[in-house]
């Protein structure tokens, strides 16, 4: 009699097992992580803290060094992931991340004397590790853990968790630079990077052999090609996100960005409909358009919670509905270099929105 045959990989049931429920919390820590980074200059700049290089005109470029950088590992992604383990791809690239924040922290502690130049290498590298961690996390590690008809849902929930970490890093920020030094938010920063990088190490991921045909420079789990107004488009709303960001450092306009962000999940659960049909992106694009109009009146920010709320819902219906339209796209076995793509077009619109900011501001 023959015996049952045993699956090499299991089969989960259930989308929360132990390994994507560690995958997503990694995910979250590594978002909050940079945006705790990102929210250091204009915490330091409402608090009148002297950084190294304080001109706005200096800020930008910091934010457009960070913004290439998200770039820089995405043609070598898909051959570093098959020339090398994907987990052990994943938590090397945290951890160089976590040295760039070490580094980072030295700097702001005056510890460390860097130049213009130096200072905008460093937010190059960073970007540049943080990218190729976070890639390779959702683009191959996420969709490897889940079952083949649960990874649209998978990729869903680890967007949300980005959108979620964007607001919650600078949340944090502000709330131990008011308590601490302005350094100190580095601390924690490298906290949630390192907590990051153990989660991944944990999750067992089974060996996979390398395509025949390997490239080193490749789009895949890259770049997809023909999406460049729905990249435009990403980008733009988010870089409405960064431009506000550049200039608000208040607890509460980040806590109802989170409300924002909850109506808009909400909005999802109850109306599926609504959430896969292309009017979910006008009322987005709305929303987005009514709160900037508010931030870029010539009176300024408006009292009230309702606008950062208001732009909270529109960048997560807008992102919601962008990334599912990435995905349905893609087409065969390009599931990854979607949800790159997409990675990509939130992360660089919200770096180039800080870089108007500061150009704005000077």
């Known amino acids: 009699m023959l015996k049952e045959l045993q699956p090499t990989t299991p089969v989960h049931k259930s989308l929360w097992h132990g390994g994507f429920a560690m995958l997503a919390l990694a995910a979250l820590l590594l978002a909050a992580s940079a945006y705790m980074l990102l929210a250091l200059i204009p915490i330091g700049r409402a608090g009148n803290v002297d950084f190294v290089v304080s001109q706005p005109t200096a800020h930008m470029w910091y934010s457009l060094a960070y913004a290439v950088g998200l770039f820089f590992f995405g043609p070598l992604c898909n051959w570093l992931v098959q020339r090398y383990r994907r987990g052990i791809v994943c938590v090397r690239a ?9 580094v980072s922290w030295f700097v702001f502690r005056g510890m460390l004397p860097v130049d213009f130049f130096g200072l905008v ?19 191959t590690l996420v969709i490897d853990k889940s079952e083949s008809n649960m990874r649209t849902k998978a990729n869903h929930i680890m967007a949300w968790l980005l959108r979620f970490g964007m607001v919650l890093g600078p949340l944090v920020a502000i709330v131990v630079s008011r308590n601490a030094a302005v350094s100190d938010v580095c ?3 490298l906290a949630a990077a390192v907590i990051a990088a153990v989660l ?3 999750v067992h991921l089974p060996f996979k052999t390398p395509e025949e045909d ?57 109306s599926s409909v609504f959430v896969h049909s292309d009017t979910n992106l006008l009322v987005a694009f709305f929303f987005i358009l009514s709160a ?17 709320c208001l732009l909270g819902a529109g960048i997560g219906m807008a992102g919601a509905r962008a990334q599912l339209m990435f995905i349905d796209s893609s087409g065969h076995c390009r599931r990854g270099t ?16 800080l870089a108007v900011g500061f150009a704005i501001a000077n």
Do not use: K, Q
Not at 222 to 235: A, D, Q, S, V
Not at 292 to 308: A, E, Q, R
């Open 187 to 189: 601390v924690w920063a």
């Open 338 to 353: 979607a949800v790159t793509t997409f990675l990509l077009a939130c992360e660089s619109g919200v770096a180039i929105g």
């Open 94 to 102: 945290t951890e160089l991340y976590a040295a760039c924040i070490v």
């Open 214 to 270: 390997l490239h080193h420079l490749s789009a895949d789990r890259f770049l997809l090609p023909g999406m460049w107004r729905l990249f435009f488009f990403t980008c733009l709303c988010f870089a409405c996100f960064g431009y506000v960001f550049s200039f608000v450092s208040s607890v509460a306009f980040y806590a109802m960005m989170l409300v924002g962000f909850l109506w808009a999940l909400i909005s999802e659960r109850f």
């Open 121 to 139: 290498a460093l937010r190059f590298i960073t970007g540049a590790f943080y990218a190729l961690a976070v890639m390779v996390l959702l683009n």
């Open 292 to 308: 900037m109009s508010v931030f870029c009146s010539p009176d300024g920010m408006l009292p009230g919670y309702f606008t950062p």
């Open 200 to 202: 991944v190490r944990l």
